[in-house]
């Protein structure tokens, strides 16, 4: 299993960043994909989840409304669309599968937002 972000950056506040997470060595279209993210000095927390087929969305309250989660099945990536991106969104973005008992990650993409 490989995952690999990429898109993150500076952002100004109120500003947009789409990130991409590709992923290989499994069968993508049969597993929920999820974002998570983890700011300085504070625990890793899920920000989003996608069902297989991407009819599914679920978020967590903090981004609900301002982050959409999305997949591309025939190219193997997920994707996170964060608008109105706020100083308390700065962190590492990673995305994650659970394949039976494993949980695997990517190596995460830096997200700043700061004027």
């Known amino acids: 299993v490989q995952l690999v972000e990429s898109g993150g950056g500076l952002v100004q506040p109120g500003g947009s960043l789409r990130l991409s997470c590709a992923a290989s060595?499994?069968?993508?279209?049969?597993?929920?994909m999820n974002w998570y993210r983890q700011a300085p000095g504070k625990e890793r927390t899920w920000v989003a989840g996608?069902?297989?087929?991407?009819?599914?969305?679920n978020y967590a309250d903090s981004v609900k409304g301002r982050f959409t989660i999305s997949r591309d099945n025939a190219k193997s990536t997920v994707y996170l669309e964060m608008n109105s991106l706020k100083p308390e969104d700065t962190a590492v973005y990673y995305c994650?599968?659970?394949?039976?008992?494993?949980?695997?990650w990517g190596q995460g993409t830096q997200v700043t937002v700061s004027s």
């Open positions: 996608i069902r297989r087929t991407g009819n599914i969305t």
């Open positions: 994650s599968v659970r394949k039976g008992s494993d949980d695997y």
């Open positions: 060595g499994f069968s993508f279209s049969s597993y929920t």
